[in-house]
């Protein structure tokens, strides 16, 4: 256990503040570790705002060259990288913002032997891919291993936002049993504020799993519309014949 530093209490001094938080909550995070998949307009803020609260350690795995359409939510990215590897420019902010937060960059995406090996490495598991079969090799790694995973999906102007935890709420799976026939995770409309908002609800809720702080979204779904400003949150329930988990 790596206890906190006075310049800890000094740099995270707001957030210690809260009620309920404390320094226990944020010794809990410096402790913690996450892997965010793909570090784009969602996983940018997730992973950026999980350093700057004080995790240990972030693992982000993100493949591919940066393309100038990326440029209008990936916050970690630069105009003078387009055409290189996404990999190569991610500790910069990091470096800048939250110097004491590890950073292991991978250069790839996930699959079922990756996300196994990935995912054994760390605490929780926050989930950004636009691609259903790395989200679907993440959810099975994680049911595999016990692990939590915060859900994060956007489209457009809408987004959802739900935690999964094995042996407690319902997995990926059981809410999507396999591709959607209409998803083609290249060309989707995006505006940057709508995928930045929900990356920084999701940090928020790997926070609160990690520390046991304040309430949780495990067996609920948040969604709103951004267009309408509406937002909601309904009960998800595990299916008996999930392939994943239902027999667990």
């Known amino acids: 256990m790596i206890p906190l530093t006075d310049l800890d209490?000094?740099?995270y001094k707001r957030?210690?503040?809260?009620?309920?938080?404390?320094?226990?909550?944020?010794?809990?995070?410096?402790?913690?570790?996450?892997l965010v998949s793909r570090v784009g307009g969602l996983g940018g803020p997730v992973s950026l705002y999980l350093a700057m609260a004080g995790i240990g350690k972030v693992v982000l795995a993100h493949g591919g060259e940066l393309t100038p359409s990326?440029?209008?939510?990936?916050i970690l990215m630069k105009f003078d990288h387009i055409g290189k590897p996404r990999a190569d420019v991610m500790k910069d902010q990091f470096a800048r913002l939250a110097p004491n937060t590890e950073v292991v960059i991978i250069p790839d995406h996930a699959n079922d032997e990756k996300a196994l090996e990935w995912v054994?490495?760390?605490d929780i598991v926050c989930d950004c891919s636009p691609a259903f079969e790395e989200r679907f090799a993440l959810n099975k790694a994680c049911v595999q291993l016990g692990k939590p995973m915060v859900e994060a999906a956007m489209y457009g102007m809408e987004g959802t936002l739900t935690t999964f935890v094995p042996g407690e709420t319902p997995c990926l799976q059981c809410?999507?049993?396999e591709k959607p026939t209409w998803w083609r995770p290249l060309g989707f409309p995006v505006l940057g504020a709508v995928s930045a908002?929900?990356?920084?609800?999701?940090?928020?809720?790997?926070i609160k799993l990690l520390t046991g702080y304040g309430q949780t979204l495990k067996?609920?779904?948040?969604?709103?519309?951004?267009?309408e400003m509406e937002f909601m949150k309904f009960p998800v329930t595990r299916r008996a014949d999930c392939p994943v988990c239902g027999g667990r």
């Open 219 to 227: 067996g609920k779904m948040l969604a709103y519309d951004a267009d």
């Open 120 to 122: 054994s490495q760390v």
């Open 175 to 177: 809410l999507v049993p």
């Open 197 to 206: 908002s929900l990356g920084c609800l999701a940090a928020l809720e790997a």
């Open 15 to 34: 957030q210690i503040q809260l009620p309920g938080f404390g320094e226990a909550a944020q010794e809990k995070l410096r402790n913690s570790s996450a």
């Open 9 to 11: 209490r000094e740099v």
């Open 70 to 74: 990326n440029m209008n939510r990936m």
